[in-house]
């Protein structure tokens, strides 16, 4: 026979606590104006029975769901396949636990898929979004205005600039393109091409923008745009040898491309970095130190940018919740990044 004790109730709590109801739910819901000692009273009391809030309700009082949506404009064979996406969602997970908030996992297929997410985020499941891996052609920042859901961005969105209230979490992907380019040519590498990620996304064209604040002149040929993909990384790395067989150098957009490129590489006799240097981009351990020969990479901090989107949306929250008044969006952060030697170059 199952046991069907019922749940303890608010009542109960205060009960055992000797307060008020009203007092053990400001205590419950975290609200202001209760003396330390009694709340310190209502948390052994609720300890003791083993209350648990009823969610609804407190919502309800709160109107807070303690749930985030995490939007990813990938579909799932992308996400799942790609460290990068465990990493970030890995930071966001920590942050949002640490706050006692739910998350939950929106991939985007297609079109269809891109409106089931916007009637979701209208529908009040959630009270914000993390959103990343946008495309500059991509819906879903209007659907999410038209939700009116609090958002944090991965990644620079391609249409923010100027827009207030547009906040994100990037990295110096320019700088970092930059240090990595102005290395090869420091290694004396003068014929350096560049596989780059989609470009309609800002972290790729961003890239691209750094590799071209070196190689001022760079030949055309040098440049093909890829996926970000180990398979892109191979076809590009073909498309390049076969342009261009006298280069001495690769810079790829990320590590994934560079380990197809440097598989290639491996195919076409071109010995690393004897003949051919190759740097990437993420420095993602799982691929950067097991490559052959181990990349050498610019390293920007994935999980720790997954970690600050969740900051910054938690913050937002709280400033909203306490009211119009209550002050603005958080500002935008965009984390340095560092180029780790290996190595292949």
Do not use: C
């Amino acid at each position: 026979m199952t046991d069907t004790a019922p749940r303890p109730t608010l009542e109960a709590v205060a009960a055992r606590a000797g307060v008020s109801r009203a007092t053990v739910s400001r205590v419950v819901n975290g609200g202001d104006g209760v003396r330390e000692p009694l709340v310190a009273r209502v948390r052994r009391a609720v300890e003791e029975l083993g209350y648990v809030p009823n969610q609804a309700a407190r919502s309800l009082v709160t109107r807070r769901h303690d749930a985030v949506a995490v939007v990813i404009a990938e579909p799932e064979t992308r996400v799942f396949a790609d460290p990068f996406f465990a990493l970030q969602l890995r930071g966001i997970s920590k942050e949002l636990t640490a706050h006692d908030n739910q998350l939950v996992l929106l991939l985007t297929e297609g079109r269809d898929d891109h409106a089931r997410v916007g009637r979701y985020l209208a529908g009040g499941h959630v009270d914000g979004a993390l959103v990343f891996s946008l495309h500059l052609d991509d819906p879903l920042p209007g659907l999410i205005q038209h939700a009116g859901v609090p958002t944090v961005f991965g990644g620079r969105p391609g249409w923010s600039d100027g827009r207030s209230g547009v906040v994100y979490v990037d990295s110096d992907n320019r700088g970092g393109a930059r240090e990595a380019v102005r290395h090869l040519v420091g290694l004396g590498r003068t014929r350096v091409a560049h596989i780059t990620g989609p470009l309609d996304q800002t972290s790729a064209a961003d890239r691209l923008d750094g590799f071209r604040d070196v190689m001022v002149d760079a030949d055309p040929r040098l440049i093909v745009e890829s996926d970000f993909t180990p398979a892109g990384g191979e076809r590009a790395m073909r498309e390049l040898l076969d342009r261009r067989p006298d280069l001495d150098a690769v810079f790829a957009a990320n590590d994934l491309t560079a380990a197809g490129a440097l598989r290639v590489l491996r195919e076409r006799g071109r010995r690393v970095p004897e003949d051919v240097a190759v740097i990437g981009f993420d420095d993602m351990l799982p691929v950067a130190e097991q490559a052959e020969p181990p990349l050498t990479t610019v390293r920007q901090d994935i999980e720790e940018m997954g970690r600050l989107m969740a900051r910054l949306l938690l913050r937002r929250l709280d400033r909203r919740s306490t009211g119009p008044d209550a002050g603005g969006a958080p500002p935008s952060v965009v984390l340095p990044t560092t180029l780790v030697r290996r190595a292949s170059a």
